[in-house]
Nanobody
């Protein structure tokens, strides 16, 4: 069992920045990811990182603006979000998996442990 908790959401104007944080309690090295769910839409993958902090992948919509990183010593995941747009408004979820490779950006993958989510609102 992995316990996941996000923090750092908030409201910002378009063009601004936010950094999300996520802590995950696990006895093994874990891979992690960020997902988001815009109002009225399905949950979608944003970015993922493997357990070795070597490989990452991003959704096309956030490439060049968002950066995922992980401090393994602190079991903490970050998502630095720059140049935010109104369409980035969503409930952002952190997810963790005990699988070591680069995980899929698939919210339906059965190996995820989920946090409760943190709201990000971007106004124009």
């Amino acid at each position: 069992q992995v316990h996941v908790v996000e923090s750092g959401g908030g409201s910002v104007q378009a063009g601004g920045s936010l950094r999300l944080s996520c802590t995950a309690s696990a006895s093994v090295t874990i891979s992690m990811a960020w997902f988001r769910q815009p109002p009225g839409k399905e949950r979608e993958g944003v970015a993922a990182i493997d357990s070795y902090n070597v490989s990452t992948k991003y959704a096309d919509s956030v490439k060049g603006r968002f950066t995922i990183s992980k401090d393994s010593a602190r079991d903490t995941l970050y998502l630095q979000m720059n140049d935010l747009k109104p369409e980035d408004t969503a409930l952002y979820y952190c997810a963790a998996s005990i699988h070591s490779g680069l995980p899929p950006l698939d919210a339906k993958w059965g190996a995820w442990y989920w946090g409760q989510g943190t709201q990000v609102t971007v106004s124009s």
